[in-house]
């Protein structure tokens, strides 16, 4: 485990919308979307997608465990590796899960509770034996869910909404934006502004500009935006993330090579891709 002001990240999950196994898919991974965050000795999780599972089997190796799991917002791919993370199902471990775009009408309990509820799931929420809290916020307020460590969240263009997250700690800050819809031809500036001079932006780059007429309203950005906004707030590091089904190994090569070639230091996330800040 990372100790004091030491900042990184693994990708657990980088796919969107739908998990993909399939041997067009091993290299780049085909869970969904989850994001583990190491802030020192402190474990942040973003979303908790089909990803979830993995790192759930990873952290049994490590005695108990505290998290704090952040969702950018509920929808099924997002969500749906709850009921499968083992750390919820061991009565020494510690985990609060937050939502920041759900308040005032529904809380990230009844979600969950949603989610596993017959004959959709077989088994409610109190199946989790660890301390279980939910949290819920509103998208733009400032958390600090352990010492040192500053979360900034924003509200982002999405159906049904959902929260981007910047994390600041020790010097280093990492910023998770996934599932929002740019306008074309004009770089959000809230975005920008909160993304600025950050030393990686994980970004919704679910379609290329080409393909993202066909699914404008959808709620999902390209990578090209995604180099746009890196400039603009001049960023560090671009992680392309949150990648469309249809892109296979070979699509997302040549993704990762034209976003590398308009932005030098770019990369398209893949699953185990592990980055110390
Ligand atoms: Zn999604
Ligand atoms: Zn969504």
């Known amino acids: 485990m990372s100790e004091g002001g030491h900042l990184s990240v693994r990708f657990w999950g980088v796919r969107g919308s739908i998990a993909c196994p399939g041997p067009a898919y091993v290299r780049y991974g085909g869970n969904t979307s989850c994001v583990e965050v190491r802030c020192g000795p402190h474990l942040l999780i973003f979303d908790g997608g089909t990803g979830l599972r993995p790192l759930g089997e990873a952290l049994k190796a490590g005695g108990p465990v505290e998290a704090d799991l952040f969702f950018s ?11 499968f993370f083992h750390t919820l199902f061991e009565p020494e471990n510690r985990i609060r899960l937050w939502a920041g775009h759900l308040k005032p009408e529904r809380g990230v309990r009844d979600v969950i509770c949603a989610l596993m509820t017959a004959p959709l799931f077989p ?4 199946i989790f034996s660890a301390r279980t809290e939910f949290l819920d916020f509103a998208a733009g307020e400032t958390l600090t869910p352990k010492p040192g460590v500053v979360l900034r969240t924003i509200a982002l263009n999405h159906p049904n909404g959902s929260t981007g997250y910047r994390v600041d700690y020790a010097g280093k800050s990492v910023c998770y ?18 993304i600025r001079g950050t030393d990686l932006f994980i970004y919704d780059a679910t379609y290329t500009d080409e393909e993202y007429p066909r699914y404008a309203t959808w709620g999902h950005s390209t990578w090209e935006e995604g180099v746009r906004l890196a400039k603009a707030a001049r960023v560090k590091t671009l992680a392309l ?25 770019a990369i398209a996330a893949s699953e185990g891709l592990t980055i110390e800040l």
């Open 73 to 83: 917002h509920s929808h099924l791919d997002h969500v749906v590796g709850v009921p």
């Open 123 to 126: 088994v409610p929420v109190e």
């Open 177 to 194: 934006v996934t599932d929002t819809e740019h306008e074309p031809g004009r770089p959000d500036a809230r975005i920008v502004d909160f």
């Open 241 to 265: 993330f949150h990648h469309d089904p249809s892109h296979d190994d070979g699509a997302m090569d040549r993704i990762a090579a034209a976003a590398a070639a308009a932005l030098p230091g």
